[in-house]
């Protein structure tokens, strides 16, 4: 009698609904450049330290913030994801005034299909901290949820106003802060603002781990908080993470 073993493999261009292959890549959608660095970096250089395929879609270029052109504030993003090889899209939105209408979403639903990720990151909805930062994450939540090969969507911390913000999900990126610092680093036309300075992101990720660690933190740690919008169990998306990557999974 002959026996067969079937061993999960993982393929990044196919995805099984139901099966143990996963597709094995993750998008950040945001409204500006630095926006992914700022909520997600450290997540997105642990999954691409895990075998995963890093891909940021910023939707505007930023071009109303501090940088002297909107040339120079794409130079600092495309730097700044070069620090883990992730891709990068910039699209033509208008800076502050990125509209929940008919294109928006159907940007953000041609970049899911392009990327098919299992993994999306995006804005937190409802935090009032920017009119943009609202549109992106809601645009990129409603398109995920209906996405069959996205298993896990995750609403990250915003940078100001985050009163609302009350995280359930919880990455350790302590062996990834320098990853994060550095691409940080890299806007240099945005090191002004206080939410920037590498002060108040290791203060962030501190306070985090405090959160997500209740027992003594032999050294200082740092991790990124999240809102959970939806996890499907995915053995093969759990075994592709892997235990080390990942910091426990509670509620604050
Ligand atoms: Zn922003």
Redo the contacts with the bound molecule.
């Keep these: 009698m002959k026996f067969s073993v079937i061993i999960p493999t993982y393929n990044r261009a196919e995805s099984q609904p139901g099966g143990l292959v996963v597709n094995r890549s993750v998008l950040a959608v945001?409204?500006?450049p630095?926006?992914a660095e700022l909520g997600c970096f450290g997540t997105l250089a642990a999954l691409a330290r895990a075998g995963f395929e890093p891909h940021i879609l910023a939707l505007t270029n930023?071009a109303s913030s501090c940088s002297p052109d909107a040339a120079f504030r794409t130079a600092e993003a495309k730097e700044s994801a070069g620090v883990i090889g992730a891709d990068l899209v910039i699209e033509n939105f208008v800076d502050g005034g990125l509209e929940p209408k008919r294109e928006t979403y159907a940007c953000v639903n041609d970049h899911l299909a392009r990327v098919r990720p299992s993994i999306v990151v995006t804005h937190m909805v409802g935090a009032l901290d920017?009119q943009?930062?609202e549109t992106a994450g809601r645009a990129a939540t409603t398109i995920a949820g209906r996405t069959p090969c996205v298993s896990l969507i995750l609403q990250s911390e915003p940078?100001l106003m985050n009163n609302l913000f009350c995280p359930d999900f919880y990455v350790d990126i302590t062996a990834y802060m320098a990853e994060k610092l550095n691409a940080m680093s890299r806007y240099r036309s945005e090191r002004d603002k206080p939410f920037m300075a590498e002060r108040a992101i290791r203060d962030r990720a501190a306070w985090w781990a405090r959160q997500a660690e209740t027992q003594n933190l032999p050294t200082t740690r740092y991790y990124e908080a999240f809102r959970l919008v939806k996890a499907k169990l995915d053995f093969g998306l759990l075994a592709a993470l892997g235990p080390a990557a990942w910091g426990k999974v509670g509620v604050a």
């Design positions: 945001f409204a500006h630095d926006d930023g920017h943009d930062h940078p």
